[in-house]
């Protein structure tokens, strides 16, 4: 999904807005009281969508346009004194939901609905196939003031990922640990995230133990035939595979992560590399002396070792590659925290553990408060598996709390760590725009 463009008339009775999105950056940009959360407010509510929004604030008309797969899509809603109409439409294609409105004095100046009214209201609109085409569209993450991942809902799916969460917590800890402080709910919501993030690697990670598993038994039975040349040159034979000798640590490594860890079975390891190094300082001193009987005698369990090397290394590439997200999203933050002298890692389980300046672990309750904003825009920038099926986040306000040398590394870093992503962000703070001026998109309600 690509946002394109947003319009709206006489909202709050006098604002109106046309804003044509870039495809990769856009800063809202304006004075307190433009409109700029208002049009992040009016977004949201559209392809959430928020038929509590959509009600309470007043407007005559909005209309967002987006791309999806290729093609362009709108979202028109209409309001007058008695409903409220929802367009969606597709290459001329219209289909429409109209629902009638509560009397003003319901909603009105803030007034909250009574959960009588707004469960009637629900009902009736949710119901309808249109609103039901808009709830399946990959939205975009919005992080508002309280940084909270405003994808969820407390559905049912949403409580089950805080029990689970709680549950881990729980384990690791022998408590509920409660996240105190600034954005202590975002915070929670970023572990939850991040150790989701973890947790499918691991998954995938196993089945790949699996299969390292496979391919070491079935490089044991693999048959060698017998090749003239190995005597024709033997050195260049011997050469070609001492290789493997720097490659020990890795080849135990690899039997105890099949789940082998048999202490015979490791000495056994041992003393095949301690003899196979003999073996080789021996050809390499006696190069000119002809065949080596020990040579040729191990040479076949030497060659199965080199291919053990190769199965190794096939298996280490994709599990970097599996942790290659991960790996960046630590190295990105903690580009940030070194002007602290902190450090971030993540335990076995994916818990976020911080390394303080003395060197000791803590949790994430010793970050400061820009520390937490940080971690949690960059967690969803680069982590949140909603933000990448969309494509598109928008940010109100990413400046809160942030140095001023993090605000100018702000708007480079979230590029660069997810080039193909949508950014909009609302922004008081020349820093966050940067160099970046030709992509700020002014609001003046």
Sequence with gaps: MKLLAFHATNVYGYMNFDVKFNSDVNFLVGSNGSGKSTIIKL???????????????????????????????????TKDKLSLNINHSHFGSEKSVSIPLPPEDKYEDGFDFDDNTISHIERDFYSSPIIKKIKSLNIPVFLGLDR???????????????????????????RKRAINGSLSAALQSTEILIQEAYRRIREVEERQDMQLRDNILKSSFKFTKFDVEDFQS????????????????????????????????LSDIDNFFDNLTSLFEELRKNESKGLSVEWFLNKVQIDRISSLVDVIDEYNEKIGKMYAPISKFLSTVNEFYKDSRK???????????????????????????????????IANVMLNRYANTSGVIVIDEPEISLHLKWQELFSETILSVSPNTQFILATHSPDIVGELTDKCKSIRG
């Design 43 to 77: 977004i949201q509510a559209l392809l959430k969508p928020n038929v509590k929004d959509l009600i309470c604030v007043p407007f005559e008309k909005v209309k967002l346009s987006y791309t999806d797969k290729g093609e362009i899509f709108s979202i028109l809603g």
């Design 148 to 174: 909270k991942t405003s994808f969820y809902d407390d559905t049912e799916s949403e409580i089950n990922r805080k029990n689970i969460y709680f549950k881990r917590q729980f384990i690791s800890s022998g």
């Design 234 to 265: 033997p050195d260049i034979t011997w050469q070609s595979r001492s290789h493997i000798l720097e490659r020990r640590e890795e080849i135990v490594r690899a039997i105890k992560k099949i789940g082998n860890t048999n202490k015979a079975l």
């Design 343 to 377: 450090k971030i890692e993540i335990n076995a389980v994916g818990q976020l553990v911080i390394i303080r300046p003395d060197n000791k672990k803590s949790s994430i309750d010793i970050l400061s408060s820009g520390e937490r904003q940080l971690l949690v825009i």
